[in-house]
């Protein structure tokens, strides 16, 4: 039967690239809404979908932040997880999850 403690890890390398991927996503999708804010203003929106437009734009802000914070945290734990588990280290599951560390290292 596989280790445990390599499902754990492969479960938490998951996490941090999801919560990595959305983060993206909600940067991308803020700057995408303030620029069509951008375009509603030059072309003289109305005050009522401008509101909604930067209530939007508030949303993904917010969205981000939650993203940060739930990042930050998986990104510790999984650090943790393999700091613990050097026994595994020539498992792929490991080498996944370091390389997964990797990559999330730019969002901080």
Known sequence: MADPRLKQIRIKTGVVNRIA???QSYEKETETEKSRLLKLKDNGGDSHTLRKQEEVIQESAMMIT???KRLTAAYAD???VLENEKDLSEAEEFQ???KALELAL???
Do not use: G, T
């Open 78 to 80: 999984l650090k943790a």
């Open 21 to 23: 991927k959305e983060k």
């Open 96 to 98: 996944n999850a370091s």
């Open 106 to 108: 730019p969002h901080f």
């Open 66 to 68: 939650d993203c940060q």
